[in-house]
Every structure is written in structure tokens, then in C-alpha cells.
T-cell receptor
Framework: DAKTTQPPSMDCAEGRAANLPCNHS???????VYWYRQIHSQGPQYIIH???NNETNEMASLIITEDRKSSTLILPHATLRDTAVYYC???????????FGKGTTLSVSS | EAGVVQSPRYKIIEKKQPVAFWCNPI?????LYWYLQNLGQGPELLIR????????DSQLPKDRFSAERLKGVDSTLKIQPAELGDSAVYLC????????????FGEGSRLTVL
């Protein structure tokens, strides 16, 4: 599976949009981009995933560049409860397990 | 719908003692995972089950770690004997099937080895 690169930390003001970048320049055509987050002392939580098209759900939006070498997770109106570690993972849908990196620690402050 | 349930939530033991963690996945989920998470790191896969069969246990330290998933539902992860370096959070997750990347995680079992 392709490797991902994320900034170690980011800050965001409450109520503003949080844009979390992820580079996956070696992604291949059949690999999906998944995003998870992990709030302190909890297990990781699935947020969203996509292949080529942009995706949106009740939690976030996922923007994937046309060449698929990078993506951005957008939390449109960040709240204090969005403070967490966010993981970007590339997964080959061949039944292999998720491989987590260190992720980005997002700190939302008032 | 109940989520993935793990127990115990916290465990403190002395080195060389045995310890066991239990996981009850979401009903109907065929695939079960055990991950280990060290402080400040992302989770690392230990073992993955498809029903009762372990299909990926390459990262499980088999000299001291063992796991089972009898009847393809609940699972137990055991460490015997525990070492200081085993202090970590042990996470269980389940998914509907093996091809989805949407996993549901439990809250984890935090192990401290003294």
C-alpha cells in the first residue's frame, strides 16, 4: 500500500474550517484514501473515504486532487470536540488491513 | 447498535505475569482485528481474523502472544509472560467483511507492566 505524509500538528480556531492535508504521491489506481480520527483515550473512528471523486458526509468533506497524489480533509466548522489525531490511510481493496502512520494532531481552540 | 466491546479497560500487572484481553465485535461482523498502540504512535496490526481463521498474524510476537476467536465471534488476546515493553493500548476492531476499510474500534485495553 502507498505511504502517506501528513504534518505532525495543526491548529484551528473554533468555528473556522479545518483543512488537513495528506500526500500520497505513490498511490495506485485501485487504492482508496481513508481518513480516521482518534480522540484522546478512545479508539480510532472512521470519518470518510474516497477513490477519485470528492466525497462529503455529515462529518467532513474529502477533496482528492485530479492526479490523486494528495487529498485534503475538511471539517467545515471545527468545534473543540474535533481536537484529535487525524490519520490519512491509503488502502488497496484487496483485503489487507489498515496501516496507520503517526497522523496529524489537530488542536481546536476557542 | 452496540459497538465493539473490550475488557478490561485498564490492567496493571507485574512483569512475567500473564494477561488476557477480551473483545466482542459488532454483531454480524466477520472480520476482527487486534491492534497495538504505543504512546504517541498510530495503531499497529497484530492479527486479523476472517471468522475463526487467523488470516494475517505476521506481526504477532508468537513467543509470548497468542490469540483465538472461537466460533468466529468473541476473541481473546493473551500475553504470557508480559514484559515491560508490552505496556501499551490494545485495540480491537471489527468490520463487515475483509474488503472494507471501514473498521469499528473499541475503546481499547490499556496495559501497564511494572
Amino acid at each position: 500500500d502507498a505511504k502517506t505524509t501528513q504534518p505532525p500538528s495543526m491548529d484551528c480556531a473554533e468555528g473556522r474550517a479545518a483543512n488537513l492535508p495528506c500526500n500520497h504521491s505513490t498511490i495506485s489506481g485501485n487504492e482508496y484514501v481513508y481518513w480516521y480520527r482518534q480522540i484522546h483515550s478512545q479508539g480510532p473512528q472512521y470519518i470518510i473515504h474516497g477513490l477519485k471523486n470528492n466525497e462529503t458526509n455529515e462529518m467532513a468533506s474529502l477533496i482528492i486532487t485530479e492526479d490523486r497524489k494528495s487529498s485534503t480533509l475538511i471539517l467545515p466548522h471545527a468545534t473543540l470536540r474535533d481536537t484529535a489525531v487525524y490519520y490519512c490511510i491509503v488502502l488497496n481493496q484487496a483485503g489487507t488491513a489498515l496501516i496507520f502512520g503517526k497522523g496529524t494532531t489537530l488542536s481546536v481552540s476557542s | 447498535e452496540a459497538g465493539v466491546v473490550q475488557s478490561p479497560r485498564y490492567k496493571i500487572i507485574e512483569k512475567k505475569q500473564p494477561v488476557a484481553f477480551w473483545c466482542n465485535p459488532i454483531s454480524g461482523h466477520n472480520t476482527l482485528y487486534w491492534y497495538l498502540q504505543n504512546l504517541g504512535q498510530g495503531p499497529e496490526l497484530l492479527i486479523r481474523y476472517e471468522n475463526e481463521e487467523a488470516v494475517d498474524d505476521s506481526q504477532l510476537p508468537k513467543d509470548r502472544f497468542s490469540a483465538e476467536r472461537l466460533k468466529g465471534v468473541d476473541s481473546t488476546l493473551k500475553i504470557q509472560p508480559a514484559e515491560l515493553g508490552d505496556s501499551a493500548v490494545y485495540l480491537c476492531a471489527s468490520s463487515r467483511d475483509r474488503v472494507t476499510g471501514e473498521l469499528f474500534f473499541g475503546e481499547g485495553s490499556r496495559l501497564t507492566v511494572l
